[in-house]
């Protein structure tokens, strides 16, 4: 599943929200002073962007993404001597460029099949000096959703079908589970990094309170339109996840609803 130009998680990015777990992901690393830092599947370089701002003693951050179109945003985007732009795909990101000091993979990992994530995180390991120590988070991971927020998940697929009936339209139940969809556990993210060969390997799952305007974010991102209703026609999606998003906030009196996000890493 790739980005649909328009839907990429650009608005998500742009939360606050967004700002906070970068933060995280940022502390987790311990980039050296004047080290180098590799952002694996940089996109569209928001990720980059807020990485060199919380970390601005690095000496250069290498964004690394396989969508040209994504790139040329960046490159428009981040104008700075720090960062440079390497089109390749994650999982070749050895050979892309010289050793670096840390790896980060801002929530990139679900857009990767599962059966290749391990090759990703083996190729991080492989790009990475001695000592050198590679970083995840994710958003779409076996735990990410609270037990008691699921009545909140099923009132917002119920409104969201509800919206694209109303649009001559409906979910597609029956269909192959995408990428983004093909959740693992903390445990076995922790298991790929020790398989890669790191060691110090961690986890940790941190609750981050969704406003309204987070989730409406959300909504414009492609991989999840398609992971949560199905269709193929982002624009109907979006209009749809996000009717039913306001409905549901409003019938159940809402200001918040809480999510996990994962974050993962390991040592040379």
Partial sequence: ????????????????????????????????????????????GLATELLLARAAHVGAVIGIDPSEHELAIARTRLRDPKVRFVRGRAQDVESLTGPVDVAVLSNVMHQIPAAERGAVVEGCHRLLGPGGRCALNTLFYEGAVLPETRPFYAHWLR???????????????????????????????????AAAGFSR????????????????????????????????????????????????????????????????????
């Fill in 159 to 193: 409104a969201t079908r509800e919206a694209l009936r109303a649009a001559g339209s409906d979910l597609v139940v029956a269909r192959t589970k995408p990428v983004a969809m093909q959740t693992l556990t903390p445990q076995q993210h922790e298991e790929l990094f």
């Fill in 1 to 44: 599943m790739s980005f649909v130009h328009g839907y990429e998680f650009d608005a998500m990015s742009r939360r606050p929200l967004y700002g906070d777990v970068t933060q995280r992901l940022v502390d987790i690393c311990e980039a050296p002073a004047g080290g180098v830092v590799a952002d694996v599947g940089c996109g569209s």
């Fill in 201 to 268: 390997v961690k986890s940790e799952e941190a609750v981050y309170a969704w406003t309204l305007r987070d989730w409406e974010a959300l909504c414009r991102y492609s991989v999840f339109i398609e992971g949560a209703t199905g269709i193929d026609d982002p624009a109907l999606g979006c209009a749809a996840l996000t009717q039913g998003l306001r409905t549901t906030f409003e019938r159940l009196e809402l200001t918040e609803v809480p999510r996990r996000w994962l974050f993962a890493w390991g040592v040379k």
